[in-house]
């Protein structure tokens, strides 16, 4: 028998690139939404505290182990920002094209446009576990200066990647969760979670 966990996002995209990493573990996956469990608060200023609030609320619900992430995108000119409030950049309701729109704004008399992407992947067993598995990974990369490409969400029309050179709403998907900061943090997360479930 397979065992069940929750991802508590409500992101359909960020869900497929999850579950894709995921896939050849012994692991049924459910989104948060199969519970009808509404999104966290997330009121802390770390990504890490605020993917954490956000497993133990599904695991709370749900009553299974949980996983959840935290992501954004930091840019160095802007001290960091967008970061956690990456999603919800152009105020609510949040809007992928609005945040790009306001995150080309603010860099546009910047000479200055490195930035990365952060993830913190968090599993928890149970709402009050006290030790919870924690993975991370960075996306170097800059800020073009107008959108390139048709795929992936969020910044990833604005995101270049110096690796491959390209968009990251240029790249396929299996590239992208290869290289992304998501995929870095999957993966570690996997090793992990194969001690426990393999």
């Known amino acids: 028998m397979k065992n069940q966990i929750v991802i508590a996002t409500s992101n359909v995209k960020k869900l497929t690139e999850i579950q894709s990493i995921l896939d050849d573990m012994n692991l049924e996956i459910f989104p948060q939404s199969h519970f009808k469990i509404e999104a966290a608060e997330e009121p802390f200023h770390t990504f890490l505290e605020n993917a954490l609030i956000k497993a133990r609320h ?57 930035a990365h992407y952060t993830c913190v992947i968090v599993f928890v067993k149970h709402e009050f576990d006290p030790e919870p598995i924690i993975a991370e990974g960075i996306w170097h990369g800059e800020i073009l200066k107008s959108p390139r490409g048709s795929g992936g969400f969020g910044y990833d029309p604005l995101f270049l990647d110096h690796m491959t050179e390209k968009a990251v709403a240029e790249l396929p998907l299996e590239i992208k969760n290869r290289i992304s900061h998501r995929g870095q943090a999957l993966h570690k997360l996997k090793l992990k979670l194969n001690q426990i479930y393999g």
């Open 58 to 114: 599904a695991s709370r619900l749900s009553k299974l182990p949980a996983i959840a992430d935290d992501s954004g995108i930091c840019v160095d000119a802007l001290g960091g920002k967008p970061g956690v409030l990456s999603a919800r950049f152009a105020g609510e309701p949040s809007s992928d094209q609005k945040n790009n729109e306001k995150l080309l704004k603010s860099l546009e008399n910047e000479s200055n446009r490195k």
